[in-house]
């Protein structure tokens, strides 16, 4: 069985008054497209409905599933595919913005499966010389104390394996996927804060908390499968 990847990408429209032509472009043109490459076996689209941390430029996401042995292969072939033609460019995209970052998952699943009605993403760094640490805290303790939290379920932990785009630069290394499941995600990032405030959610001096980039995410339309 073939090891299971994912790709995050983070967009904009090129501007305000394009955001339904980005839409389109997106749902009818690019998704289908990509589907049909080697290696792409899931897609969902999400839009930020609510930042959390840091810098969160974006408005729009996507989570990709890849399948391959060989990621340097499927994301060549990805590469190839936007020069001749197979994967069409479109302006309506703001390319300065545009953020694509390939990552393999790393521990096991935690939690409760099957309640994935929004995301909480984290992308994160650990502090010099404590990625030890870091892993382990995350591990052990941060996402057992999260997922404690009524509204969130279960998570799963990935390590950076291609910067594909990363205009910010911010070198974040690991993901955490958060599976949400709740009516108000404000009343939600409140106790996320509060957690962290009084010592519930115990955090650490091993995590950058500087370059913490969070954000909760809804979904938008149906996943693609093949």
């Known amino acids: 069985m073939m090891a299971r990847h994912v790709q995050i990408v983070l967009s904009n429209p090129a501007s305000p008054d394009r955001d339904g032509e980005y ?30 941390r840091g810098q969160v430029p974006w408005r729009y996401a996507v989570v990709y599933d890849l399948e391959a042995d060989d990621l340097g292969e499927v994301l060549g072939e990805l590469v190839a595919s936007h020069s001749d033609g197979r994967i069409a460019v479109s302006d309506v995209l703001d390319s300065a913005s545009l953020t694509a970052l390939v990552f393999s998952p790393i521990g096991s699943w935690q939690g409760l499966a099957g309640h994935r009605r929004q995301i909480f993403l984290a992308l ?30 279960g998570a799963q932990r990935y390590r950076l394996v291609m910067p594909f785009l990363d205009p910010l630069g911010e070198g974040q ?46 979904p938008l339309g149906p996943a693609a499968t093949r």
Not at 29 to 51: N, S
Request: aromatic share 12%; net charge negative.
């Open 173 to 218: 290394g690991y993901l955490a996927l958060y599976d949400v499941d709740c009516d108000d995600l404000v009343a939600l990032a409140g106790e996320v804060r509060q957690r962290a405030r009084d010592g519930r959610t115990h955090m650490s001096d091993a995590i950058d908390i500087a370059s913490l980039t969070a954000f909760f995410l809804e």
């Open 23 to 52: 839409n389109d472009w997106y749902d009818n043109q690019h998704i289908p497209d990509l589907m049909r490459l080697p290696g792409f076996v899931g897609a969902r689209r999400y839009r930020v409905a609510l930042p959390f």
């Open 124 to 153: 994160s760094k650990p502090s010099d010389g404590q990625e030890a640490a870091f892993n382990a805290w995350y591990d052990g303790t941060h996402v057992p104390e999260v997922t404690a939290i009524p509204g969130i379920f």
